[in-house]
């Protein structure tokens, strides 16, 4: 695999450069840059520059509106509702995360219920956000059929990545991002175009058998939910919460209604905010900073997101495969 050393300033450029090309605003443009830019920086290269030819083929076929305002509504004290009109979701989160802030802290939980934008980015950054405000998250969003239920040979789920975040006052949150299946299909991607094989388990071939191919699970494939019946279970959860909860499809009926160009297709996701401040009293930071010392004290252990985080700490260029920069030159 080749590669060139790019600053992350050249990255933020090369994204927002594409974005504008291909019918983003400028503010759809600086969030997307800003998105993209950070995952390269925290080394979460599956949803870094990997994503935007995907995100050009939404927006290209006309799927994806990069012009749109999602539409926030206050249901109740504690639920606000946003249609995203087809937006990009980190604009739509970029524009509501402040409203279940708000509401989480005065009401100590809030919902905060999406629907109609297309998710393909890391669902950390709208966790931590809200953790970085004193507040407990949790965000769940479903895709198109990629993983089998324990049990299947055929799809039924999708990736359905969940993310907690915790706050720590005066620290980087304990954050985690990860998918249901028992991994993500971007990192399948990335593992077929760099010529790395997968760990057993992670999913079958179009035939239905174990592989370590990752080309044979994402050419026709299907993955599987991590931890057999229980990773399936949380699919299923997952499924519940970011499709019927908030009033948007189902893994499978996004399946029906996308029109298959390659971009993220629409759906939902659920955000939840919980203010520990109300449910627990004032010494719920250093009871749980007793809980991370005690875990941090164990060999080999380390807290969720402290390697993004260290990442994020450097600020040099990052090697990116120049095929995909050249790609991705060629949209812009």
Same mark, same amino acid.
């Given at each position: 695999?080749? $590669?060139?050393? %790019?600053?992350? *300033?050249? =990255?933020? /450029?090369?994204? @927002?450069?594409?974005? !504008?090309?291909? #019918?983003?605003?400028?503010? $759809?443009?600086? %969030?997307?840059? *800003?998105? =993209?830019? /950070?995952?390269? @920086?925290?080394?979460? !290269?599956?949803? #870094? ?6 995100? %050009? ?276």
């Amino acid at each position: 695999m080749s $590669t060139i050393s %790019i600053s992350l *300033e050249d =990255i933020y /450029n090369l994204a @927002k450069k594409t974005f !504008l090309a291909n #019918g983003c605003d400028e503010e $759809t443009s600086n %969030i997307m840059s *800003e998105l =993209i830019v /950070n995952a390269e @920086k925290d080394g979460s !290269l599956s949803h #870094g520059l990997f994503r935007v030819p995907a995100y %050009i083929a939404g927006l290209k076929s006309g799927k994806i509106n990069g012009k749109g305002i999602p539409e926030i509504k206050q249901i109740s004290k504690s639920v606000i509702k946003v249609n995203g009109n087809n937006c990009l979701a980190p604009v739509v989160i970029k524009k509501s995360i402040p409203s279940i802030i708000t509401a989480a802290k005065e009401n100590g939980v809030a919902v905060l219920a999406i629907s109609n934008s297309h998710h393909m980015a890391a669902m950390w950054p709208e966790t931590e956000k809200i953790a970085e405000q004193g507040l407990v998250a949790f965000a769940c969003t479903s895709y198109k059929p990629a993983v089998a239920p324990a049990g299947a040979v055929k799809p039924l789920f999708g990736t359905n990545p969940i993310s907690f975040a915790w706050p720590r006052p005066g620290k980087s949150p304990v954050v985690y991002d990860m998918a249901t299946a028992s991994m993500a299909m971007g990192e399948v991607q990335v593992a077929k175009r760099e010529g790395h094989k997968v760990p057993l388990g992670t999913g079958l071939t179009k035939d239905g058998k174990e592989t370590t191919d990752p080309g044979e699970i994402a050419d026709g494939g299907v993955l599987l939910p991590f931890g057999g019946y229980k990773g399936s279970a949380i699919a299923m959860m997952v499924e519940l919460m970011a499709g019927a909860m908030v009033g948007d499809n189902f893994s499978f009926e996004t399946a029906i209604k996308d029109n298959n160009d390659g971009g993220p297709p629409s759906g939902g996701e659920f955000i939840l905010a919980i203010s520990p401040e109300k449910t627990a009293g004032t010494d719920w930071a250093k009871h749980s900073e007793e809980f991370f010392n005690k875990m941090k004290s164990m060999d080999g252990v380390r807290l969720p997101g402290e390697r993004r985080h260290k990442n994020r700490l450097n600020k040099g260029p990052r090697n990116i495969n120049e095929e995909l920069v050249n790609k991705i030159k060629s949209l812009s």
